[in-house]
């Protein structure tokens, strides 16, 4: 798997992360949304840089012009509910993408230390033969990315995929990788050091799904 570390070079992109993990700007929910879809805009240019690309001549009121345009049939798929924010940084820059939804949530069995990844809800185009482009924002254990990917395999074999998270733990990274294709491209923001005996990513920045849209009744 290529893993793409974009924080690994300075860039405005350090502002947005600092500003999700600092435990009193993160309390505004609207702007960690935005600064989570801003990450989104980040990962999706730089992502770009890989597509292929043909040329087109765009004729304007002076005359014509030849200019290189992806010609990726990308499909987007974000996993519900805290991949919402990063679905729509990554759509403002692949507009015209089709769009796939899936839900995928921790089900703790006797304690908070052991869980199995259900998945209820699924919306995906075909997508055979196509750009996948998965975002789920924080790569954790790397359960969630690879439960949510077997999902979608009824749905056709891509071209290509391109995993899309904001921060992830090594561990995860190590798990993903075991579980995809070398040819695969892990795009994120931020490689943390580990997990807890919960599972979940230190110094990370918490639950991003609550932090976005509320506190869940369901733990």
Request: glycine fraction near 6%; proline fraction near 3%; charged fraction near 25%.
């Amino acid at each position: 798997m290529n893993i793409h570390n974009i924080s690994e070079k300075n860039s405005v992109l350090n502002t947005f992360i600092s500003e999700i993990r600092n435990v009193n700007i993160q309390k505004d929910s609207m702007r960690f949304r935005r600064n989570i879809e801003r990450i989104g805009e980040v990962l999706g240019y730089e992502m770009s840089k890989t597509l292929n690309y043909k040329t087109d001549t765009i004729e304007t009121p002076l005359g014509h012009c030849d200019i290189n345009l992806i010609e990726n049939n990308i499909v987007l798929c974000s996993v519900l509910r805290a991949g919402v924010p990063l679905h729509n940084g990554l759509l403002n820059y692949f507009d015209t993408a089709e769009n796939g939804f899936i839900s995928a949530y921790r089900h703790h069995k006797n304690n908070l230390k052991s869980f199995e990844i259900i998945v209820e809800y699924l919306a995906c185009p075909n997508l055979e033969n196509k750009t996948l482009i998965l975002a789920d924002p924080m790569l954790a254990t790397g359960q969630s990315m690879v439960t949510t990917f077997e999902a979608l395999k009824p749905f056709g074999t891509p071209k290509e995929i391109h995993l899309v998270s904001v921060i992830g733990a090594q561990e995860g990274i190590d798990f993903v990788e075991k579980h995809f294709d070398s040819k695969t491209n892990l795009w994120i923001a931020a490689i943390d050091e580990k997990l807890n005996d919960k599972g979940y990513i230190i110094p990370g920045l918490g639950d991003a799904g609550d932090l976005s849209f509320g506190e869940k009744l369901q733990k």
